[in-house]
């Protein structure tokens, strides 16, 4: 069993950074591909970043690509999304989740094997 817990969203302004983080219970973490999603009021979850346990393979969704970037620091059981650039349309609550499959750094929600319990990101223009 893998706990997840979010943090660092927030109000910020367009043009914006934040933070978000999300630290994983458990021993294995580097076993575990590792990702975050995005859902908006009234629209579907949206995949924006995996990375694998590895942290050498990464994807970005082609719609952050450049303003957005995981990481993740395997010693400390966390993983990262650094958002710039943030735009009013980013505005979303951000799961964390987590797959058994370590190498795989394109999630699908259905084959996520456990979520957080999301954080609030707000972009005013």
């Known amino acids: 069993q893998v706990q997840l817990v979010e943090s660092g969203g927030g109000l910020v302004q367009a043009g914006g950074s934040l933070r978000l983080s999300c630290a994983a219970s458990?021993?294995?973490?580097?076993?575990?591909?590792m990702g975050w999603f995005r859902q908006a009021p009234g629209k579907e979850r949206e995949f924006v970043a995996g990375?694998?346990?590895?942290?050498?393979?990464?994807y970005h969704a082609d719609s952050v690509k450049g303003r957005f970037s995981i990481s993740r620091d395997n010693a400390k059981n966390t993983v990262y999304l650094q958002m710039n650039s943030l735009r009013p349309e980013n505005t979303a609550v951000y799961y964390c989740?987590?797959?058994?499959?370590?190498?795989?750094?394109?999630?699908?929600?259905?084959?996520?094997?456990?979520w957080g319990q999301g954080t609030q990101v707000t972009v005013s223009s």
């Open positions: 458990g021993r294995t973490f580097d076993s575990y591909s």
């Open positions: 989740a987590a797959d058994r499959r370590g190498s795989n750094i394109y999630f699908r929600a259905r084959e996520v094997d456990y």
């Open positions: 990375i694998a346990g590895s942290g050498i393979g990464r």
